[in-house]
């Protein structure tokens, strides 16, 4: 009796503690992996209630979401030049995201939520040509090819 009574305690209180988010870190540099001015990694696999923190590593960015990229019902973002920002991920859907000042050099970034459930709606927004060319790679990696 009493061993049963200790078991369903253990189980009782494992249901009552929390279920902690990750924090998936994401580098803003200037030179990375996959060339200049980059986010590093450009590509983010998350879970709903998950954050994302881009880390100003390097002097002169930020980290934006894009209009027309980010799941129904998601907040927009915009961090200032040369400081962090932590991002929770509300909905579940795609988030694109950019730097700003070097949009036009592709410095964009992909996060998928869950499901990407939004990602033919993400695929419409018109980009800068390096930033389209990177996207193309980031959807091909979301859709698992």
Not at 44 to 72: L, N, Y
């Amino acid at each position: 009796m009493k061993i049963t009574t200790a078991v369903s305690s253990v189980l009782l209180l494992s249901l009552a503690l929390p279920v902690y988010a990750a924090d998936h870190q994401v580098r803003m540099l200037n030179k990375g992996a996959k060339g200049a001015m980059v986010f590093e990694p450009d590509f983010v696999r998350a879970e709903v209630g998950d954050t994302v923190t881009f880390v100003p590593t390097d002097k002169g960015h930020d980290a934006e979401s894009i209009k027309g990229m980010i799941p129904d019902g998601a907040e927009p973002f915009k961090g200032k030049i040369n400081q962090q920002i932590t991002v929770t991920m509300e909905k579940e859907g795609a988030y694109g995201v950019k730097c700003t000042p070097h949009y036009g050099m592709g410095m964009v970034a992909l996060i998928v939520a869950g499901a990407p459930t939004n990602l033919q709606e993400a695929k419409t927004p018109k980009h800068p040509a390096k930033a389209k060319k990177v996207f193309e790679q980031l959807f091909a990696q979301a859709e698992g090819h």
